[in-house]
């Protein structure tokens, strides 16, 4: 047996995330048994592949104390005390989600406006939505003959349901805000579309659909949604809602074995009094590529193998023949 193999060398970090159900806490699923072995162009639903990050960080404040007894306060036994994991790292990638994920916050979707509206930060009052029509797909909008005129590949389009004045997280398969009072909102029917997560580019269209360059991430929009074209994203400091995913991080592996970093419920923090949110990379000077910082912190989750409380999983995956210890 060769200990070759034994020291993974990895080329650079992944990053893949997934909704957490806001209503039940549920977070998404990294099975190592199932899935540690994907191809990382081609991760298993329902990950995101966010692209590659650079300067990866985790932090772990967890501490063990001692438990002492005696005159002698010798060290009977030790327990766990004030579970606490961060992680740290920035995005290369500028998308949707990316900007989502390190904004921290409710993302807005700005959506094509009426030219005569008037002015706002996050979008004036958008053209009016195009109902969607039965046979819609997550990578197949119909929207009919005529309706999609409208509509041009390379369009980003939005497409969710209208806000009908409810309460509660609203986003359709991924939680995008939380609304509080209809009135916050202006009662807007398109405050959904501007938030949702339902956004992807126009690939083609035939004479009655809109063919999607990526699938929607939150799966087949309802019948009753409709879609708005989108001209911009826009993420705001501040904001009451915070976001909250699932959180896998994949070493290419160069040599050795694969290591993941399995995070199974992820919230945004901060990591100093002050940061910045946007670090320039230097290319050649007086050209700068941005980076998106993103910070987080992790919330526990039980595991149901053994009901313990736990932050991260890491999980290490042996490279062919290599020795085990």
């Known amino acids: 047996m060769t200990r070759a193999g034994l020291q993974p060398v990895a080329r650079r970090t992944r990053a893949y995330f997934a909704p957490v159900d806001r209503v039940s806490g549920s977070p998404a699923i990294f099975d190592p048994s199932k899935d540690g072995s994907f191809l990382l162009e081609a991760p298993p639903a329902p990950w995101i592949d966010l692209g590659w990050i650079e300067n990866f960080g985790r932090t772990s404040t967890s501490q063990i104390d001692a438990l002492t007894s005696g005159a002698a306060k010798a060290v009977t036994a030790q327990a766990r005390n004030g579970l606490e994991s961060r992680i740290e790292f920035e995005f290369r990638d500028w998308g949707k989600l990316q900007m989502a994920l390190a904004g921290g916050a409710e993302h807005m979707n700005v959506l094509a406006s009426d030219p005569s509206a008037s002015r706002s930060g996050s979008g004036g009052i958008p053209l009016l939505a195009v109902p969607l029509l039965t046979g819609s797909t997550a990578g197949e909008l119909v929207l009919g003959a005529g309706a999609v005129d409208g509509f041009e590949p390379g369009d980003v389009v939005a497409c969710d349901v209208d806000y009908a004045q409810q309460t509660g997280y609203v986003g359709s398969g991924i939680a995008a805000a939380y609304v509080k009072n209809p009135e916050d909102v202006r009662r807007d029917a398109n405050y ?116 313990a409380v736990v932050l991260c999983y890491r999980s290490y995956f042996p490279a062919s023949g290599a020795a085990v210890y």
Do not use: H
């Open 192 to 307: 959904v579309r501007r938030v949702t997560f339902n956004v992807s580019r126009v690939a083609q269209k035939t004479a009655t659909s809109l063919l999607l360059a990526q699938a929607l991430p939150g799966g087949t929009p309802a019948a009753n949604a409709a879609v708005q074209k989108v001209v911009a994203f826009v993420d705001r400091e501040g904001g009451a809602f915070l976001q909250q995913w699932s959180g896998l991080f994949v070493e290419e592996e160069e040599s050795g074995g694969r290591v993941c970093f399995y995070y199974p419920r992820l919230s945004p923090c901060t990591v100093a009094t002050a940061w910045e949110r946007e670090r320039r990379v230097e290319i050649e000077k007086p050209i700068g590529m941005l980076a998106l910082r993103a910070s987080f912190t992790a919330l526990p989750t039980v595991d149901d193998n053994d009901g």
